[in-house]
C-alpha cells in the first residue's frame, strides 16, 4: 500500500443526506472514500470514467453534499485531508499485512465518528430520559452480543426497564399489544434482514420510537426509524460464513452510553446543588 492509497477523507455528512443520495451516489461516495488522493487530481470527466457512471450524476452528488459543483467538491476533499497528520507507510506492497488490517478497521471507525450527529445524541437521550421502556432486539449469532451489550450498558449507567427481546415472534406480540410508554433499539449489519424491518415497521405503525444502528447505505430500517446512527464496514463472508467487523457499531454504542452518563452525571451535580441550597 502507498502512502497515497493510504489517504482517507470522511466527510460531515447528516443523515438525511446520506438518505437522499440514490444508489450510484452511495457507490460514489463509497469510491471517495477509498480512493480520496487520486480524486484530488481527477476531472469531473475521469471520475465518471472510473466511478462508471454519467458526469451529470457526478454533478448530481457534488450539489446533493451541498457544493456548486467538481471542483468546489475536490477543495473541500484538499481542505479536509490538509488537517490530517498521516504516519508514513511502508511501500512494499504485501499479500497480507496486519498493518493493514488495522488501518481499516481504525478507518472504518473513524468515518463512522464522522456521521454522529449532536441532533441524533440528544433525541436518544430524551428517549431514554423518557421513562419508556427500552426492548433491544437480539436477533441472533453475532448482532446479538451487539444487543446484549447494549443492554448491560444502559443497565450499568443506571437506566432500568431495559429488556432483551430475542425472538421476533415475541417482540411483534409486544408491539401489538404494548405499545405505549416503549421504545426499541434496532441493530442491523446489513439493514436489510427481513425480521428486523418487520419489527421496525410495525413499530412505526403503533408509533413506537425506534433507534436504529445500521450501514451508512440507504436501507430500510434506517428509513422506518425514529433515530438513525450509521456506520461504516466491509461486508464480509466467507464460505458462506459471515465475519463483518462489528467494531464500528461498538463505538456507536459506547458513544451514546459515553454521552448519556454524561448527561446523567449534568443532573445528578444539578439536584446535588439544589439540595445545597436548602
Known amino acids: 500500500?502507498?502512502?497515497?492509497?493510504?489517504?482517507?477523507v470522511t466527510l460531515h455528512l447528516k443523515d438525511e443526506v446520506i438518505k437522499s443520495l440514490s444508489n450510484h451516489e452511495l457507490n460514489i461516495l463509497k469510491y471517495v472514500y477509498a480512493h480520496t488522493a487520486e480524486i484530488l487530481d481527477m476531472s469531473v470527466h475521469e471520475m465518471?470514467?472510473?466511478?462508471?457512471?454519467?458526469?451529470?450524476t457526478i454533478l448530481?452528488?457534488?450539489?446533493?453534499l451541498g457544493y456548486s459543483g467538481f471542483a468546489e467538491?475536490?477543495?473541500?476533499?484538499?481542505?479536509?485531508?490538509?488537517?490530517?497528520?498521516?504516519?508514513p507507510v511502508a511501500q512494499k506492497q504485501e499479500s497480507f499485512s496486519t498493518s493493514m488490517i488495522v488501518e481499516q478497521l481504525c478507518s472504518n471507525v473513524e468515518a463512522t465518528s464522522k456521521l454522529l450527529q449532536e441532533e441524533q445524541i440528544l433525541q436518544t437521550i430524551q428517549l431514554f430520559d423518557s421513562g419508556r421502556r427500552i426492548y433491544v432486539w437480539a436477533p441472533g449469532g453475532i448482532t446479538s452480543i451487539l444487543a446484549e451489550y447494549f443492554e448491560k450498558l444502559l443497565m450499568s449507567v443506571g437506566r432500568d426497564s431495559v429488556y432483551l427481546i430475542a425472538?421476533?415472534?415475541?417482540?411483534?406480540?409486544?408491539?401489538?399489544?404494548l405499545p405505549e410508554n416503549s421504545m426499541w433499539i434496532i441493530i442491523s449489519t446489513t439493514g436489510s434482514f427481513g425480521p428486523a424491518i418487520r419489527l421496525a415497521r410495525l413499530a412505526q405503525m403503533n408509533n413506537v420510537p425506534v433507534i436504529s444502528i445500521t450501514p451508512y447505505?440507504?436501507?430500510?430500517?434506517?428509513?422506518l426509524a425514529t433515530v438513525s446512527f450509521r456506520f461504516?464496514?466491509?461486508?464480509?463472508?466467507?464460505?458462506?460464513?459471515?465475519?463483518?467487523?462489528?467494531l464500528p457499531v461498538f463505538y456507536v454504542i459506547r458513544m451514546i452510553i459515553y454521552c448519556y452518563l454524561e448527561h446523567r452525571k449534568g443532573l445528578e451535580a444539578g439536584e446535588s446543588r439544589e439540595g445545597g441550597g436548602l
Open 1 to 8: 500500500m502507498t502512502h497515497k492509497e493510504a489517504m482517507m
Open 48 to 56: 465518471a470514467g472510473q466511478v462508471s457512471y454519467s458526469t451529470a
Open 60 to 64: 448530481r452528488f457534488c450539489k446533493k
Open 73 to 87: 467538491f475536490k477543495y473541500a476533499l484538499r481542505m479536509e485531508a490538509r488537517t490530517r497528520q498521516e504516519e
Open 167 to 177: 425472538s421476533v415472534k415475541m417482540g411483534e406480540h409486544i408491539l401489538r399489544t
Open 217 to 223: 447505505t440507504n436501507n430500510e430500517v434506517a428509513r
Open 232 to 246: 461504516f464496514t466491509i461486508q464480509r463472508e466467507r464460505q458462506g460464513a459471515e465475519f463483518t467487523s462489528r
